[in-house]
């Protein structure tokens, strides 16, 4: 009886592994034809600048429109393109559109802020990124100082000697470098000074509960002051809030970004902010996202 139950668990085991298996493969196949089927698309969230209060730059964030499934948030689908290495073909889409897009902007007469892209660990390390970055540049026109690229700490930190070799070739283009969920991997702190980073994005986690956790105050204080003194600019992520807002400002942190000020907006919408030269104190529809 034993011996059958066995048999029993381990038939269930092989169906519903091979039943993953296919429902990944399947994903696969409609991700790899989602590029050429043009259903990835970039939404954009505003940055915005606490000194003055107007829009400085934006973030690209990439979602992929699904004919059935509806708009689907990149948590879903970049940890696969990451293993299957489709993140390389897409990522060149999205550093490329954003670029394209941006220059068109700068060209109609809007304010030359700059876009962030967000790089995979997979990107970073492919050996020909500041080729890759650099004809973006040449064939778009878009100027380097107007691209930031996004990356994490396990990114960065994974093979310190090889990612200062790494951010000087991308530097040396003229773009500009960000540290994204900054306080959230492991780093360690002495790195900052030989990694040329031009700003660090504080992670939202230490954001949510700023006005009310002295433990997340005290670290975000911390991180604003030791980035200073660095000469690094410092952008929160994830402020939802006023009071956040303001709190963040009062400690002198450089920018914000969260749907306090606006969600990520389709490309029609963030150009349409620009254009009404939307700041920080004006009032504007707030426009939510839905996806899946
Ligand atoms: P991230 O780079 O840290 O992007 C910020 C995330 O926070 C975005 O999630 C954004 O929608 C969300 N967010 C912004 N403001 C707020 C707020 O006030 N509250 C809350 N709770 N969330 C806020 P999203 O768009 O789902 O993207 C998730 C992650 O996917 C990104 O995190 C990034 O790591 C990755 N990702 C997005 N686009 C790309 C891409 O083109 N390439 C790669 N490699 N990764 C990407
Ligand atoms: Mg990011
Ligand atoms: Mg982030
Ligand atoms: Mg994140």
Same mark, same amino acid.
């Given at each position: 009886?034993?011996? #059958? ?34 259903? +990835? *698309? ?6 915005? $600048? ?10 690209? /964030? ?8 509806? +708009? ?11 293993? %299957? ?6 990522? !060149?889409? *999205? +550093? ?10 700068? $060209? !109609?007469? /809007? ?5 962030? *892209? ?11 990124? $500041? ?17 930031e690229l996004?990356l %994490? ?5 994974? $093979?310190?000697?090889?990612?200062? %070799?790494?951010l000087?070739?991308l530097r040396?283009?003229?773009v500009q470098i960000s540290?994204?969920?900054?306080? %959230? ?11 040329p980073i031009d700003r ?8 949510? !509960? ?15 002051? /030791? ?9 929160? #992520?994830? *402020? ?7 709190? /963040? ?29 939307? =700041?920080?104190?004006? =009032? ?9």
């Amino acid at each position: 009886r034993a011996k #059958e139950q066995g048999r029993n668990n381990y038939q269930y085991y092989t169906e519903e592994l091979t039943t993953r298996a296919m429902e990944r493969l399947a994903m696969e196949n409609s991700l790899r034809h989602a590029l050429e089927r043009n259903e +990835l *698309v970039l939404h954009y969230q505003p940055q915005v $600048d606490l000194h003055n209060g107007s829009i400085i730059g934006m973030e690209a /964030l990439l979602r992929w429109q699904h004919p059935e499934i509806g +708009l689907i948030s990149p948590n879903a689908f970049i940890p696969l393109a990451e293993e %299957t290495g489709l993140i390389i073909p897409i990522g !060149e889409w *999205v +550093l490329r559109t954003a670029c394209v897009q941006l220059k068109a902007w700068i $060209d !109609e007469g /809007l304010p030359k802020i700059r876009v962030g *892209v967000n790089l995979s660990s997979r990107q970073f390390n492919q050996n020909n990124l $500041d080729e890759v970055v650099a004809s973006a540049l040449r064939d778009t026109g878009l100027p380097p100082s107007c691209l930031e690229l996004e990356l %994490t700490e396990r990114t960065i930190m994974h $093979d310190a000697e090889n990612t200062v %070799t790494i951010l000087n070739k991308l530097r040396a283009l003229g773009v500009q470098i960000s540290i994204d969920d900054f306080g %959230t991997g492991y780093s360690s702190l002495s790195y900052l000074k030989r990694f040329p980073i031009d700003r660090i994005k504080i992670d939202q986690s230490f954001v949510r !509960e700023i006005t009310s956790n002295p433990e997340d105050a005290a670290i975000s204080q911390a991180i604003i002051s /030791l980035s200073h003194s660095l000469n690094i600019k410092t952008v929160a #992520e994830g *402020v939802e809030t006023a009071e956040q807002q303001e709190f /963040l400002r009062s400690r002198l942190c450089d920018e914000i970004q969260g749907f306090h000020f606006s969600h990520p907006v389709p490309q029609q919408d963030m150009c349409q902010l620009l254009k009404d030269g939307v =700041k920080l104190e004006s =009032k504007h529809a707030f426009i939510q996202e839905e996806r899946v």
